[in-house]
């Protein structure tokens, strides 16, 4: 089943639980089976982001929210060392790749190899397995609580006051990035960025054709800001003293520019997105859910 309402949900509470449900039996299926274990925990990872932004959507009518937001933001972080080894190289791959920036290729190589020995070290810890055991159990204990969530409200009134205030707080943080260009402010953005990204798709049934073009957008938003952050943690990375040092000077400058180049794409993709007031793209969604849940 889809990470959606579905019109086979009799209620916004079924639906709640039996998206948590197979969100999180998935996570647990690719752990137990992986052929790549970078990419199940990344999976994984991501379903936890997933239902944070799932359950934050129903905040204001779930009591257990702020107990299970943290239990799925703790469990993520048990194993972000895993992700955060893997985000470096596929960074790296994508500035080596990028067509707006030159540089010597055969000495930046050195600093992959680097990176790549490092993520192979990481896997040789011998904290990995109890780091996934816990994991694992974390995701388990989570779904075991999902079956008995309840919510104070149904219908549309579950989503209205989380959509809107989600939507406030992506406009305000992204006119804060505007004005300070900090690396922080564009972090703060991108979360409510991706909380709105999971919103539209799990309304995406309410009427497929006129969502999918704003969950494209919303997700394209997010990648750019994901691809920022990910850079400003290079640019950390590039100030090693233990990094290859010419492969380093090399990569400092297109990395400085790339980020230059991400922030505006992503103000002007913002703006657009953004553009229409809370409350008045929460009525519209709430007529649209309406109209869906007589047809």
């Not at 955060?84 to 000495?107: F, G, K, W």
């Not at 999902?146 to 989600?166: Q, R």
């Not at 539209?200 to 994901?226: M, Q």
């Amino acid at each position: 089943m889809p990470y959606a309402f579905t019109s086979f949900d009799d209620t916004v509470q079924q639906g709640l639980r039996r998206i948590a449900r197979t969100q999180l039996t998935s996570a647990l299926n690719g752990l137990d089976h992986a052929d790549d274990l970078h990419l199940a925990i990344h999976d994984a990872r991501k379903v936890c982001k997933k239902l944070r932004g799932l359950i934050r959507l129903v905040r204001p009518v779930f009591p257990e929210y702020a107990k299970e937001n943290a239990a799925l933001r703790d469990a993520a972080r048990l194993v972000s060392g895993f992700r955060d080894s893997t985000a470096m190289i596929e960074t790296y791959d994508r500035l080596d790749a990028s067509p707006h920036h030159d540089h010597d290729r055969d000495v930046a190589t050195a600093l992959r190899e680097e990176l790549e020995a490092r993520r192979a070290a990481e896997e040789e810890d011998e904290t990995v397995q109890d780091k996934l055991k816990a994991f694992r159990k974390a995701l388990s204990d989570i779904r075991d609580r999902a079956e008995k969530w309840k919510l104070g409200k149904d219908g549309f009134a579950a989503f209205d006051d989380g959509l809107t205030d989600n939507v406030k707080r992506a406009r305000k943080a992204m006119r804060t990035a505007r004005k300070t260009r900090t690396v922080e402010d564009f972090h703060i953005w991108r979360k409510f960025v991706k909380y709105h990204w999971y919103h539209a798709t799990l309304l995406h049934n309410v009427w497929p054709r006129k969502f999918e073009a704003h969950i494209e957008a919303a997700k394209d938003l997010g990648d750019l800001l994901g691809q920022h952050h990910d850079l400003s943690n290079f640019h950390i990375l590039l100030q090693d003293p233990d990094m290859p040092g010419a492969a380093r000077h090399a990569l400092y400058p297109p990395a400085r520019d790339e980020m230059q180049r991400l922030e505006k794409e992503a103000l002007d993709l913002g703006a657009l997105l953004l553009a229409e007031k809370p409350k008045a793209l929460s009525k519209r969604w709430q007529a649209w859910w309406a109209l869906w849940r007589k047809a």
